[in-house]
């Protein structure tokens, strides 16, 4: 997230927010608490999430951040408002009786944890915290394509391994949500978000 002044308020506690309710709920879809009969409530919630990120992202790059902005709104479009739209399909076309065929989804998310992985050390010059958080998703992405693809592991296995590193990316937000809103109104850093691992000059 940018540290510099916006034209706007800062757009990061409700992006990061948006991003925690995303996690929690690919946490309840990967160990089975949200079910198949969820797909629209689903559908809906990343919904919102996508409309947070993109309004966050355009804000972070109209401010110049170039890295926070591109990475929210890859989060933004793949994470939420294509999984969004998927869930969509996938309730219509069960609720009409249609074969909806997803050969195309393991590949998509290939590509989401190359990119992602290659952009984390980006994240190094930020708050330690914010690129912990992405070591986690880079973790769960992984452990995601492997369950795509059905390869290495048992997919119960891959589903555990990557829920829980979703969950902690979402737990992450929080703390990282409430540190901006507190240390912002504060003016000081009331929580610690702490010092970044590479500092440029």
């Known amino acids: 997230m940018s540290q510099e002044s916006h034209s706007f308020s800062s757009p990061a506690p409700q992006a990061l927010g948006a991003l925690a ?23 809906c919630w990343l919904f ?11 804000i972070e790059l109209k401010d110049k951040n ?6 929210m709104l890859l989060f933004g479009s793949f994470f939420m408002l294509v999984t969004a739209l998927i869930n969509l399909a996938e309730f219509i076309t069960h609720a009409n009786g249609i ?12 590509v989401l944890a190359i990119v992602l992985t290659l952009f984390t050390p980006a994240y190094l010059v ?4 914010f690129f912990i958080a992405l070591v986690f998703a880079d973790v769960a ?12 592991l048992p997919p119960m296995v891959s589903a ?3 829920a829980y590193c979703i969950l902690m990316v979402g737990l992450f937000g ?16 009331v929580i610690p978000v702490g010092k970044p691992f590479v500092v440029m000059n």
Do not use: M
């Open 21 to 43: 309710i995303a996690c929690f709920i690919f946490f309840g879809l990967l160990t089975g608490r949200i079910g198949e009969e969820s797909r629209l409530a689903v559908a």
């Open 48 to 58: 919102g999430g996508f409309v947070c990120q993109f309004t966050a992202a355009i």
């Open 66 to 71: 170039h890295v926070g902005g591109n990475v």
């Open 99 to 110: 074969h909806f065929a997803l050969a195309c989804d393991p590949y998509a998310w290939l």
């Open 126 to 129: 930020g708050s330690p915290v």
């Open 141 to 152: 992405l992984w452990f995601l394509v492997i369950l795509k693809f059905k390869i290495f």
């Open 160 to 162: 555990q391994i990557a």
């Open 174 to 189: 929080i703390y990282l949500a409430t540190a901006n809103i507190i240390n912002t109104t504060f003016k000081k850093a």
